[in-house]
């Protein structure tokens, strides 16, 4: 049979396949031929990267699982909480931010305070200078307020809310001579009536001595007096090994460790854990993570110690505080999942920073969320 043209027809060659080149060829030769430093410097950045990468990760995860759940009807107010007050309370001067508090404004404080769970008013008194001394003339008006408040809320106290910038040019608390004067301080504002002193000095770095040391003989002071002394701690390490990556982002310390926090804390009457000013940017975040530190914080507190959590009661939006996830109502699911189901028997409470920034959705939140959520 002769052949038709199809099938005398040579199959042609088959087309040769581009050869694939190797997409890291070319990034791996250029940083072999990086100098020895900058390659131990890119592969110190990769690492670092990985890292903060993966404890990010590791940190949504467990915030996620943390915030998750309903809040306990069990965990509400015992009557143990505080609020913040500005320096107007006390004393005003032209230029001053806001305006020199009248008999109206005190009437409409205690209004709101007898009709919740506050106990405490820490009033911003002094700050102390930045040599450690107090000037009582920064507060002509802390008597009225002070007689003002025992007189209207029976059972209310007031505290002086005292402290200053820590390090650099500012207030020194390794300088013995400073600690000095501030301890004097405390014993200058408890004669003047207040029920105790509460302190606030910021940053103040895990394991600072001088820090221990002032807290220790302010207490001395306090005691002698009759008197509280609080303190605000900034918060608490979540899990082991993230104090110093978070060190590193914040730019400043960030956390304490639960055993830094525990050596202060038995110097004290009182702690206020100030669980704002997270940088975190999602409610569901924020909420998790206060629910984590309201029970490292319970760890690390002796229960002979009232333990309160701060917070947040005002809208400043920068890096540090996104104000549509640093909500009240976030704040106080946290704390409630925190304590769970069956709160520990020990003195506990939330304190709300700050009363000129306050507006009536956080004071409705605070009551129908924490005051009243049992009934």
Request: net charge negative; hydrophobic share 45%; glycine share 10%.
């Amino acid at each position: 049979m002769v052949e038709s043209a199809v099938e005398r027809a040579v199959e042609p060659d088959p087309i040769p396949e581009p050869r694939r080149r190797d997409p890291l060829k070319r990034p791996v030769a250029w940083y072999r031929r990086l100098p020895r430093w900058s390659r131990r410097t890119l592969a110190a950045l990769v690492a670092l990267c990985t890292l903060l990468g993966t404890l990010v990760g590791v940190t949504g995860a467990a915030l996620f699982v943390e915030g998750a759940g309903t809040p306990p009807a069990a965990a509400h107010s015992t009557g143990d909480d505080a609020l913040w007050l500005g320096h107007a309370w006390v004393g005003w001067q032209p230029g001053s931010a806001g305006a020199p508090k009248t008999d109206a404004d005190l009437q409409a404080l205690v209004d709101q305070v007898r009709s919740s769970g506050i106990k405490d008013l820490f009033v911003h008194d002094g700050p102390f200078e930045m040599d450690g001394s107090l000037n009582p003339a920064r507060s002509p008006k802390a008597e009225w307020f002070i007689d003002a408040v025992h007189r209207e809320l029976p059972g209310v106290r007031v505290q002086a809310w005292l402290g200053q910038v820590v390090g650099g040019t500012s207030l020194h608390l390794d300088d013995a001579a400073t600690r000095g004067r501030i301890v004097a301080g405390v014993g200058a504002a408890l004669d003047r009536g207040f029920d105790g002193v509460h302190f606030d000095f910021e940053p103040v770095a895990d394991g600072d001595s001088g820090f221990l040391d002032v807290v220790g003989a302010a207490h001395a002071v306090t005691a002698s007096h009759h008197a509280l002394l609080s303190v605000s701690v900034p918060q608490v390490e979540p899990m082991t090994g993230f104090r110093l990556p978070g060190d590193l982002l914040a730019g400043h310390p960030k956390w304490w460790s639960q055993d830094y926090l525990r050596r202060v804390a038995v110097d004290c009457d009182q702690v206020a854990v100030m669980a704002y000013d997270t940088s975190l940017p999602t409610a569901w975040a924020y909420r998790g993570y206060v629910a984590r530190q309201t029970q490292v914080a319970l760890s690390a507190v002796p229960s002979n110690v009232q333990l309160l959590m701060g917070v947040p009661a005002f809208h400043t939006h920068d890096p540090g505080h996104w104000v549509d996830a640093e909500t009240m109502p976030a704040a106080l699911d946290g704390i409630r999942l925190g304590l769970g189901a069956h709160p520990p028997a020990r003195p506990f409470g939330v304190a709300l920073y700050v009363d000129f920034a306050a507006t009536p959705a956080d004071w409705s939140a605070y009551r129908s969320d924490w005051l009243t959520t049992a009934h």
